[in-house]
């Protein structure tokens, strides 16, 4: 058989951006992994992930809707609910963990409110899928942010509630495992009072200027200083903070979060 002369179209690959346990985000092909850009901060990570500032209204309800992030396909709760155990089990055996739960402890005999009634999260991210139509992978993340909030869960014994757009259907069984109820935009933000625990890692600037003045009683997140608004600046004059040890596993999953505790005058 003669071989044919002419050129065969490159089929094109679908590329993926794969942070790693650095903070390097690759962008990647079944073949190829190229370092692309180094976040070393939680702001540029913000900034480059799901930022919704640009689909936002600063506090109206016009949000643009964020799709559900995509898991692998055959994926199934019992592989996720691994991997969640997995994490959890690297999440419990850190420095961040131990300095958190002792700050906790600690925290029911300061004069700031010992009472949390409701843990709300804002903004976890996908602990199974793939954001921005298959491109960028921050399953890691939010697999660990979602480990700290089941053991900040587990200690106060509260009602938990969880809210982001691109929870898909296996994140919200994953987190029903864990009894967080998946609420949608904006039942979260309304939820919040002066007795809940705020667990907002990475959230963004715009959902943090709606909530904080809310006056949570402890916020676990941030970091929510040197951000040019008034609204964060208000909210931390009448807060302790404790900065979160580095996580070693995944040093950009908490990078410089804190958690903050409101002072009663
Ligand atoms: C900057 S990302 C942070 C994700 C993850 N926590 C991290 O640290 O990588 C902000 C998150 O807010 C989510 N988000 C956008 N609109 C939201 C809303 N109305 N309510 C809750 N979360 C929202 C996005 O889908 C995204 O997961």
Not at 20 to 46: C, L, S, Y
Not at 73 to 94: D, I, K, P, V, Y
Not at 140 to 152: D, F, P, R
Request: charged content about 20%; overall charge negative; proline content about 6%.
């Amino acid at each position: 058989m003669p071989h044919s002369s002419r050129k065969k179209k490159p089929i094109p690959q679908k590329r993926l951006q794969v942070t790693d346990d650095h903070g390097w985000t690759h962008v990647t092909t079944t073949r190829h992994a190229r370092r692309a850009v180094h976040q070393n901060n939680a702001n540029a990570n913000a900034n480059n992930t799901n930022n919704t500032d640009a689909n936002t209204d600063n506090g109206n309800e016009a949000e643009i809707k964020l799709p559900p992030a995509e898991p692998p396909r055959g994926l199934t709760l019992t592989e996720l609910t691994e991997q969640f155990a997995f994490h959890r089990a690297r999440w419990e055996s850190s420095a961040t963990y131990a300095a958190v739960r002792r700050e906790l402890e600690n925290h029911q005999h300061h004069t700031a409110p010992a009472d949390i009634t409701s843990i709300i999260c804002i903004g976890l991210g996908s602990p199974s899928g793939f954001l921005r139509g298959g491109w960028v992978d921050r399953r890691s993340v939010s697999m660990y942010q979602l480990a700290a909030l089941a053991t900040v869960s587990d200690f106060f014994e509260v009602n938990v509630c969880a809210q982001d757009p691109v929870f898909n259907t296996l994140d919200k069984q994953l987190l029903e495992t864990l009894s967080i109820r998946a609420v949608d935009h904006p039942a979260a933000f309304e939820l919040v009072n002066e007795s809940s625990l705020l667990f907002c890692p990475g959230a963004e600037k715009s959902h943090l200027e709606r909530l904080l003045p809310r006056s949570p009683a402890l916020v676990f997140g941030g970091p929510l200083e040197s951000t040019d608004s008034i609204v964060l600046d208000t909210f931390l004059q009448g807060v302790g903070s404790l900065k979160l040890p580095v996580f070693e596993e995944l040093e950009h999953a908490f990078w410089n979060m804190r958690l903050y505790w409101r002072i009663n005058e």
